[in-house]
């Protein structure tokens, strides 16, 4: 053996000591965090930004295919919270109102909790989490439009035809009665066009809260539970959630209780920019501001996981 061969195997065998030792000192990195995250309380923000951020992305790059089916999925399933409300006010003739209205939002928050744990794809929730990976500058604005308008015009699609399916269903069972579908789509159009949207801004605002509220929470239940309480709360406030109302406001088109399509744009516009700026401004930027000013502010005492956040 050469004394240049066996230079060169020492050099392999330091180098694979190298990262080996570089390896394992990510693994230990990786374990400590894990560690901290599971000792704390609650999840650190930090944690919960990187998450949003990395689910925000894969959703971001996924095919066009992909995103088209999950909306169209959300969107159907998301109108078993109309379903359930029209059969609620349908029965509740000897309820007081206000037991009536404490049904009816948990009724509302039925389809979300389907939609959010079946891993559909929902607008409201993409009004935020979608935005995480922009703001932290790994994903264009092109590609953000794109994860947008898929994912609108297939929740729009779905809700349409659940819509239809639950107006012919529905009265036909007995279950409910023609006029509840006015009753619920004007709730929505008798607005004027400033109340819609600061409404929807609202909406959007408790939406993004949700997605980012999962991704805080270390269960199912506790998921389920977060889910429920803020959905609700859209529901029993009557706020104007972009697809849940288009069937709301379509099923009252389809029943013929007066609703038109003219009803139908009116609301839809105004609901949809009043989600989109709650999701992306009061939720995605000020949640990505204030934890990237906070880890700034704090001594690293251990190194980020990918993605980074931008200082």
């Given at each position: 053996m050469t004394v240049d061969n066996v230079k060169k195997g020492r050099n392999d065998e330091e180098e694979m000591m190298q990262d080996a030792?570089?390896?394992?000192?990510?693994?230990?990195?990786?374990?400590?965090?894990?560690?901290?995250?599971?000792?704390?309380?609650?999840?650190?923000?930090?944690?919960?930004?990187?998450?949003?951020?990395?689910?925000?992305?894969?959703?971001?790059?996924?095919?066009?295919?992909?995103?088209?089916?999950?909306?169209?999925?959300?969107?159907?399933?998301?109108?078993?919270?109309?379903?359930?409300?029209?059969?609620?006010?349908?029965?509740?003739?000897?309820?007081n109102?206000?037991?009536?209205?404490?049904?009816?939002?948990?009724?509302?928050?039925?389809?979300?909790?389907?939609?959010?744990?079946?891993?559909?794809?929902?607008?409201?929730?993409?009004?935020?989490?979608?935005?995480?990976?922009?703001?932290?500058?790994?994903?264009?604005?092109r590609a953000l439009g794109r994860l947008w308008g898929l994912v609108y015009v297939s929740n729009l699609v779905g809700g349409a035809a659940i819509a239809g399916l639950i107006v012919v269903t529905a009265p036909a069972l007995g279950v409910?009665?023609?006029?509840?579908?006015?009753?619920?789509?004007?709730?929505?159009?008798?607005?004027?066009?400033?109340?819609?949207?600061?409404?929807?801004?609202?909406?959007?605002?408790?939406?993004?809260?949700?997605?980012?509220?999962?991704?805080a929470s270390r269960d199912t239940i506790g998921q389920i539970v977060l889910i429920w309480l803020v959905t609700s709360a859209i529901g029993f406030s009557h706020l104007h959630h972009s697809i849940v109302g288009s069937v709301e406001v379509l099923a009252g088109l389809f029943a013929g209780q007066g609703i038109t399509w003219a009803h139908f744009g009116h609301f839809l516009l105004w609901a949809t920019l009043g989600n989109s700026i709650g999701g992306a401004v009061f939720v995605a930027l000020v949640k990505y501001s204030h934890v990237v000013r906070s880890e700034a502010e704090m001594p690293k005492t251990r190194p980020l996981n990918k993605p980074d956040l931008m200082p």
């Open positions: 030792v570089s390896t394992n000192e990510e693994n230990q990195n990786e374990e400590s965090e894990a560690e901290i995250d599971t000792a704390e309380p609650r999840k650190p923000a930090r944690r919960i930004l990187e998450q949003e951020i990395s689910e925000g992305l894969g959703e971001i790059q996924r095919s066009t295919a992909g995103l088209l089916m999950a909306g169209l999925s959300a969107g159907l399933d998301v109108g078993f919270s109309v379903l359930l409300i029209a059969v609620v006010l349908t029965r509740a003739d000897n309820l109102p206000l037991a009536t209205e404490l049904l009816v939002a948990n009724m509302y928050s039925v389809g979300f909790i389907i939609v959010i744990l079946g891993r559909s794809e929902l607008f409201t929730e993409h009004t935020a989490l979608a935005v995480m990976p922009l703001l932290n500058g790994q994903t264009t604005l409910v009665t023609e006029p509840v579908f006015g009753d619920l789509a004007r709730r929505m159009v008798d607005h004027s066009w400033w109340v819609i949207l600061l409404s929807g801004v609202l909406a959007g605002w408790l939406m993004g809260l949700v997605s980012w509220l999962v991704a």
